[in-house]
């Protein structure tokens, strides 16, 4: 195994290392750099997979210099590697959402969170990143997303995963049939109310580029994929409930 290392938007490096086993036709894990005067890393990767991961980002910036660490929700492939980034980095912090930090990251990271403003975009020198929860969608109640405002790109995590290793970043490619064939295998979405109308707020954002965890980055049509992923939701959530009230 090898982490490959592609830049996919303006100073945002896709970090990706591919596991065979841990899917038909292998599984990407992405993990996203942002080399700004105060960097950034999107998703730490497992802690098993740090020393695959950060000789990779070394060769982008220097370790010490990572100011912020952050990731889309709290489980192994997301933040399992936070502490090691932390050691390498010693002026790093996590920024995650309030609820993150109150029943998870205040407790497992071993330097103090710092909570994400909701309303105000974290200036990390040349990019502005907003972060936005997202509850449960795709899965976790202290979910949430990135959207780096210069480059309009949004870091969505699990959203639109795919198994399979394909290139860094495509434009022309069915983003929805990978997602919800991924889906049939591994039932991790949160389908609610709330899920459809969630992933049309992000589509509001107009990004430009998708940094998806599991997959490749996407740079075609990201409204339209956002907007035709939360209809399939929608339509997977409203079947499912008419066959509850049919049962």
Same mark, same amino acid.
């Given at each position: 195994?090898?982490?490959?290392?592609?830049?996919?938007?303006?100073?945002?490096?896709?970090?990706?290392?591919?596991?065979?086993?841990?899917?038909?036709?292998? /599984?990407?894990?992405?993990?996203?750099?942002?080399?700004?005067?105060?960097?950034?890393?999107?998703?730490?990767?497992?802690?098993?997979?740090?020393?695959?991961?950060?000789?990779?980002?070394?060769?982008?910036?220097?370790?010490?210099?990572?100011?912020?660490?952050?990731?889309?929700?709290?489980?192994?492939?997301?933040?399992?590697?936070?502490?090691?980034?932390?050691?390498?980095?010693?002026?790093?912090?996590?920024?995650?959402?309030?609820?993150?930090?109150?029943?998870?990251?205040?407790?497992?990271?071993?330097?103090?969170?710092?909570?994400?403003?909701?309303?105000?975009?974290?200036?990390?020198?040349?990019?502005?990143?907003?972060?936005?929860?997202?509850?449960?969608?795709?899965?976790?109640?202290?979910?949430?997303?990135? /959207?780096?405002?210069?480059?309009?790109?949004?870091?969505?995590?699990?959203? /639109?995963?795919?198994?399979?290793?394909?290139?860094?970043?495509?434009?022309?490619?069915?983003?929805?049939?990978?997602?919800?064939?991924?889906?049939?295998? /591994?039932?991790?979405?949160?389908?609610?109310?709330?899920?459809?109308?969630?992933?049309?707020?992000?589509?509001?954002?107009?990004?430009?580029?998708?940094?998806?965890?599991?997959?490749?980055?996407?740079?075609?049509?990201?409204?339209?994929?956002?907007?035709?992923?939360?209809?399939?939701?929608?339509?997977?959530?409203?079947?499912?409930?008419?066959?509850?009230?049919?049962?």
């Amino acid at each position: 195994m090898q982490t490959n290392v592609h830049e996919i938007a303006d100073g945002v490096y896709r970090l990706s290392t591919c596991i065979p086993e841990a899917a038909p036709g292998g /599984f990407t894990f992405n993990q996203y750099l942002i080399d700004a005067e105060e960097p950034l890393l999107f998703h730490t990767g497992p802690r098993q997979m740090f020393d695959l991961v950060a000789p990779a980002a070394a060769g982008v910036l220097d370790l010490e210099r990572l100011r912020w660490i952050s990731f889309g929700h709290v489980e192994s492939d997301e933040c399992g590697a936070m502490n090691r980034w932390l050691q390498a980095a010693p002026a790093a912090a996590v920024t995650f959402n309030g609820l993150g930090c109150d029943v998870s990251l205040n407790d497992l990271a071993d330097r103090p969170p710092v909570v994400a403003d909701d309303a105000t975009p974290l200036d990390i020198g040349g990019h502005r990143i907003r972060t936005i929860a997202t509850p449960h969608v795709p899965h976790g109640w202290e979910a949430q997303v990135i /959207f780096d405002e210069p480059t309009r790109t949004l870091f969505c995590g699990d959203l /639109f995963g795919q198994t399979g290793d394909g290139p860094a970043i495509v434009h022309d490619a069915d983003l929805v049939g990978a997602a919800l064939a991924a889906e049939d295998l /591994f039932g991790a979405t949160c389908l609610t109310a709330a899920t459809a109308p969630t992933i049309r707020q992000l589509a509001d954002l107009e990004p430009r580029t998708l940094a998806l965890m599991h997959g490749p980055a996407f740079a075609g049509d990201c409204v339209t994929a956002l907007h035709d992923l939360a209809d399939a939701y929608e339509t997977r959530f409203r079947s499912t409930c008419e066959q509850g009230a049919a049962a």
